[in-house]
T-cell receptor
Framework: GQQLNQSPQSMFIQEGEDVSMNCTSSSIFNTWLWYKQDPGEGPVLLIALYKAGELTSNGRLTAQFGITRKDSFLNISASIPSDVGIYFC????????????FGKGTKLSVKP | DGGITQSPKYLFRKEGQNVTLSCEQN?????MYWYRQDPGQGLRLIYYSQIVNDFQKGDIAEGYSVSREKKESFPLTVTSAQKNPTAFYLC?????????????FGPGTRLTVT
C-alpha cells in the first residue's frame, strides 16, 4: 500500500544550526503537506506544496516539492529551541479522495 | 476565533465501557476526520465525513463509531469492541473534498483505558 518514508527518524539540534529532513514515496504525489506537532498537542500545518519544483517558505522554514513528484524536503534555518517537536509529511491518499496519509515523523530534540 | 475544539483533554475509562470523544469546529468546514496516534507512529485514519449525515470508514474503523448530525460536530465513540483503545485521538477538518487537502487539527484527547 501507499507509504511515506521520512528521514531521519530523529535528530538533535543545537541552537543556530540549519536542519534538513525529507519525505519519500514510491508513488507520485500532486500535493505535499508539512506539519509540526508539539508534545501532547495536535499537528499544526506549516507549509502546503501543490506544484512540482515549488519552493515555499514560512519564516525560517522552507519546503520543496521534488521534481520527480516522489519526494519533498523541509529545511529549518538557524534553529531555535522552540523548533523541537515532531515534523510530519503528508500527501493525498490514493484510496480516498480528499484524505491524507502521513509519514511516521522526524523527531527534533535539543542536543544534550 | 475560529478553530477546532476537542474535549476533554484527558479521559480515563474502565475496560468494557463505551466512551464518546467530542469534536467541534467553527471554521465552516464541510469535511471532518478522526485519527488515532500511537507512540512513535504517524496518524491513522479512523473515520471521515465529507458532508453532514454522511461518513465513511477509514483504515482502522473497527471498534469505533461516529455520527455527523451537524456540520460543526463529529463525535467519536470508542466502543468496548476496540481491542486496544488507549491512544491519542485527533480530530481534523478541511474545507471540503476536492477543494483542498489542507487539514487543520484540534488539540487532541488522550484516552486511557484500564
Amino acid at each position: 500500500g501507499q507509504q511515506l518514508n521520512q528521514s531521519p527518524q530523529s535528530m538533535f539540534i543545537q541552537e543556530g544550526e540549519d536542519v534538513s529532513m525529507n519525505c519519500t514515496s514510491s508513488s507520485i504525489f500532486n500535493t505535499w503537506l508539512w506539519y509540526k506537532q508539539d508534545p501532547g498537542e495536535g499537528p499544526v500545518l506549516l507549509i502546503a506544496l501543490y506544484k512540482a519544483g515549488e519552493l515555499t517558505s514560512n519564516g525560517r522554514l522552507t519546503a520543496q516539492f521534488g521534481i520527480t513528484r516522489k519526494d519533498s524536503f523541509l529545511n529549518i534555518s538557524a534553529s531555535i529551541p522552540s523548533d523541537v517537536g515532531i515534523y510530519f509529511c503528508a500527501g493525498p491518499s490514493r484510496g480516498s479522495q480528499g484524505n491524507l496519509i502521513f509519514g511516521k515523523g522526524t523527531k527534533l530534540s535539543v542536543k544534550p | 476565533d475560529g478553530g477546532i475544539t476537542q474535549s476533554p483533554k484527558y479521559l480515563f475509562r474502565k475496560e468494557g465501557q463505551n466512551v464518546t470523544l467530542s469534536c467541534e469546529q467553527n471554521l465552516n468546514h464541510d469535511a471532518m476526520y478522526w485519527y488515532r496516534q500511537d507512540p512513535g507512529q504517524g496518524l491513522r485514519l479512523i473515520y471521515y465525513s465529507q458532508i453532514v449525515n454522511d461518513f465513511q470508514k477509514g483504515d482502522i474503523a473497527e471498534g469505533y463509531s461516529v455520527s455527523r448530525e451537524k456540520k460543526e460536530s463529529f463525535p467519536l465513540t470508542v466502543t468496548s469492541a476496540q481491542k486496544n483503545p488507549t491512544a491519542f485521538y485527533l480530530c481534523a477538518s478541511s474545507i471540503g473534498v476536492g477543494l483542498a487537502y489542507e487539514q487543520y487539527f484540534g488539540p487532541g484527547t488522550r484516552l486511557t483505558v484500564t
